[in-house]
């Protein structure tokens, strides 16, 4: 881009020194639409480059969506468990509020979240707590990794988070 501006730019400083005949007139606008031609060009393969690394960008993003079932950066755990819930098990909201029926009464989504009655603990209430350290050694800590452990629970335990629900409400307990 710099090159084509400085070679435009000595061409229309050379422009007053050349004669003003027809031919050198002809001449001068051929180097300028040369120029302005390579400029062209020189955009376009920049846009090409890119959109290249753009879609790159987006790949890898999608691929991170995947692997992790949720946007990342996301922080509110209601927020995580609904992306996850729709990303991973293709749950749509009914199974949600069911999920957050579960939750609300087990732990209120608080991720440190300690049942001194049992070593129950996070926002799951995972019996015992350390099981969660399959999905991720940050178990104690990390709202996403719990979230995950207890939705694949609820998945191979009940089939869905209603199901699960219903079991919880007849029972007491999950």
């Given at each position: 881009?710099k090159l084509g501006?400085i070679?435009?730019?000595?061409?229309l400083?050379l422009?007053?020194?050349?004669?003003?005949?027809?031919?050198?007139d002809?001449d001068t606008?051929?180097?300028l639409?040369e120029?302005f031609?390579?400029?062209?060009?020189?955009?376009?393969?920049r846009?090409?480059?890119?959109?290249i690394?753009?879609?790159?960008?987006?790949?890898?993003?999608?691929?991170?969506?995947?692997?992790l079932g949720?946007?990342?950066?996301?922080?509110?755990?209601?927020?995580?468990?609904r992306?996850?819930?729709?990303?991973k098990?293709n749950?749509?909201?009914?199974?949600?509020?069911?999920?957050?029926n579960?939750i609300?009464?087990?732990?209120?989504?608080?991720?440190?979240?300690?049942?001194?009655?049992?070593?129950?603990?996070?926002?799951?209430q995972?019996?015992?707590?350390k099981?969660m350290?399959?999905?991720?050694?940050?178990?104690?800590t990390?709202?996403?990794?719990?979230?995950?452990?207890?939705l694949?629970?609820?998945?191979d335990?009940?089939?869905?988070?209603?199901q699960a629900?219903s079991?919880?409400?007849?029972?007491?307990?999950?």
């Amino acid at each position: 881009m710099k090159l084509g501006a400085i070679a435009a730019t000595a061409v229309l400083a050379l422009a007053p020194i050349v004669p003003t005949s027809a031919h050198a007139d002809d001449d001068t606008a051929d180097a300028l639409a040369e120029l302005f031609a390579m400029r062209a060009d020189l955009l376009a393969e920049r846009n090409q480059a890119i959109a290249i690394n753009v879609a790159g960008i987006e790949a890898q993003h999608l691929a991170e969506i995947k692997a992790l079932g949720y946007e990342p950066g996301t922080t509110d755990p209601r927020e995580i468990a609904r992306q996850m819930m729709t990303n991973k098990y293709n749950w749509g909201e009914d199974q949600f509020t069911c999920y957050n029926n579960i939750i609300v009464r087990e732990s209120n989504w608080i991720v440190t979240a300690d049942n001194p009655h049992s070593s129950a603990y996070g926002i799951p209430q995972a019996l015992p707590g350390k099981k969660m350290a399959s999905f991720g050694a940050d178990w104690r800590t990390n709202a996403a990794t719990q979230i995950a452990w207890g939705l694949w629970y609820v998945k191979d335990r009940y089939g869905t988070p209603c199901q699960a629900w219903s079991f919880k409400r007849a029972h007491g307990w999950y």
